[in-house]
């Protein structure tokens, strides 16, 4: 896995690979920037998978697939991109060589809004669904406080606390690190 940060908002994109497959995986777009797409060619991103569709997670999905690179996304967030390839449901699983990655649908931040977590290896893909300190933001369109939280409950539910969680911005944690508060973020309602 490699991760780049790129764009006003610090986006996360991490690129995975696999040493049974010659193609990568791109997780979130948000960037066209010419030297990012140059890299993502020269890794063989064959398909990106959208975390949800907000502006900063979807801005390279025109250019991406200009190149020929699939576009996954969740049926809900479907319509906020231009252009997509396929859509993703709960549990359903991507193969990448060796590599299965379940999708994990987890609404609240948007209604569309997913998590991946490779099968096999504590490391969970949040997008904007879980930072370090709480959830992702729920006052834009298609946020729902209520929602996030029950997907939270669900992820808590599902995860060993020693799971690595990579949001779509900033700073790493874990689900250990998170599980304790959440009656916190209950009560605060962000």
Request: proline letters at 6%.
């Amino acid at each position: 896995m490699e991760q780049f940060v790129v764009g006003s908002l610090e986006n996360n994109l991490y690129v995975l690979t696999t040493p049974s497959s010659d193609e990568a995986l791109l997780i979130d777009a948000t960037s066209d920037e010419q030297s990012l797409l140059d890299e993502f060619t020269r890794r063989n991103v064959t398909r990106v998978v959208i975390t949800h569709g907000h502006h900063d997670h979807i801005g390279g999905v025109g250019a991406l697939r200009s190149r020929g690179v699939k576009v996954l996304v969740s049926e809900p967030d479907a319509p906020l991109l231009d252009g997509y390839d396929a859509t993703l449901v709960d549990n359903e699983l991507i193969r990448l060589g060796s590599l299965a990655l379940r999708i994990v649908a987890t609404p609240g931040h948007t209604p569309g809004s997913l998590c991946i977590s490779p099968e096999g290896i504590k490391v969970l893909f949040t997008g904007d669904t879980l930072f370090p300190g709480g959830p992702g933001a729920t006052q834009f369109p298609g946020g729902d406080f209520p929602t996030i939280i029950s997907s939270l409950r669900r992820i808590f539910a599902t995860c060993d606390d020693d799971t690595l969680v990579l949001p779509g911005h900033g700073a790493s944690t874990t689900i250990g690190a998170e599980v304790g508060s959440l009656d916190d973020w209950v009560e605060r309602g962000w």
